[in-house]
C-alpha cells in the first residue's frame, strides 16, 4: 500500500522508485566486489557514497569516494568537522574526489543529458553545481529527486 502512494504521489515517482531500485541492485554489485578502483585504494571511513551516471544511450559510469590513503576513522568528526568542508578529504586521505566528481569524469561528455543516482541522502553544493554544468538532466539521491 505504501509503495502504492509513492509511485502515485508525484510525477517523477515511478522514476524515482524505479532509480532507487536500481540504486539498491548497484550497491549489492559494490560490495560484492565489482569496485572499479585498484585495491591500493579504500573505502572512506566516514560514508562510502556510490554514484552511478545513465548516459542516453543506456551506458553507465559509476564514480565512488575511495581514498589513497584510507584512515581507520574520519579525520573530520570532533572538532574538526565542518559540513562542507573537505579539505582533510583530500589531505590526509587522499581522496580524488565525491563519487559525484569521479563518475562524471568517467562520463566525460557523455554526461551531457544523463541521469545521475547518487547513493547518498544529498549531493553537496560543489558537486549539484559541477553535474549541473556537465548537463545531467536529474540527480535522484536515496531519498529523493535532487535537481
Given at each position: 500500500?505504501?509503495?502504492?502512494?509513492?509511485?502515485?504521489?508525484?510525477?517523477f515517482?515511478?522514476?524515482?522508485?524505479?532509480?532507487?531500485?536500481?540504486?539498491?541492485?548497484?550497491?549489492?554489485?559494490?560490495?560484492?566486489?565489482?569496485q572499479?578502483?585498484?585495491?591500493?585504494?579504500?573505502?572512506?571511513?566516514?560514508?562510502?557514497?556510490?554514484?552511478?551516471?545513465?548516459?542516453?544511450d543506456?551506458?553507465?559510469?559509476?564514480?565512488?569516494?575511495?581514498?589513497?590513503?584510507?584512515?581507520?576513522?574520519?579525520?573530520?568528526?570532533?572538532?574538526l568537522?565542518?559540513?562542507?568542508?573537505?579539505?582533510?578529504?583530500?589531505?590526509?586521505?587522499?581522496?580524488?574526489?565525491?563519487?559525484?566528481?569521479?563518475?562524471?569524469?568517467?562520463?566525460?561528455?557523455?554526461?551531457?543529458?544523463?541521469?545521475?543516482?547518487?547513493?547518498?541522502?544529498?549531493?553537496?553544493?560543489?558537486?549539484?553545481?559541477?553535474?549541473?554544468?556537465?548537463?545531467?538532466?536529474?540527480?535522484?539521491?536515496?531519498?529523493?529527486?535532487?535537481?
Amino acid at each position: 500500500m505504501k509503495e502504492q502512494i509513492l509511485k502515485q504521489s508525484h510525477p517523477f515517482s515511478q522514476e524515482w522508485w524505479r532509480l532507487n531500485q536500481q540504486i539498491a541492485h548497484l550497491s549489492r554489485e559494490l560490495k560484492e566486489g565489482e569496485q572499479l578502483n585498484s585495491s591500493k585504494r579504500g573505502p572512506c571511513a566516514k560514508k562510502s557514497i556510490v554514484c552511478t551516471i545513465i548516459a542516453e544511450d543506456g551506458e553507465q559510469f559509476t564514480g565512488e569516494n575511495s581514498c589513497d590513503n584510507p584512515q581507520a576513522s574520519c579525520p573530520r568528526v570532533g572538532e574538526l568537522y565542518k559540513r562542507d568542508d573537505f579539505t582533510l578529504c583530500r589531505s590526509i586521505c587522499q581522496q580524488s574526489g565525491h563519487a559525484e566528481v569521479m563518475a562524471l569524469k568517467a562520463a566525460g561528455p557523455k554526461a551531457k543529458g544523463a541521469i545521475a543516482i547518487v547513493e547518498h541522502h544529498r549531493v553537496c553544493d560543489d558537486c549539484r553545481q559541477k553535474l549541473q554544468e556537465a548537463g545531467i538532466k536529474a540527480v535522484f539521491t536515496s531519498t529523493r529527486l535532487e535537481l
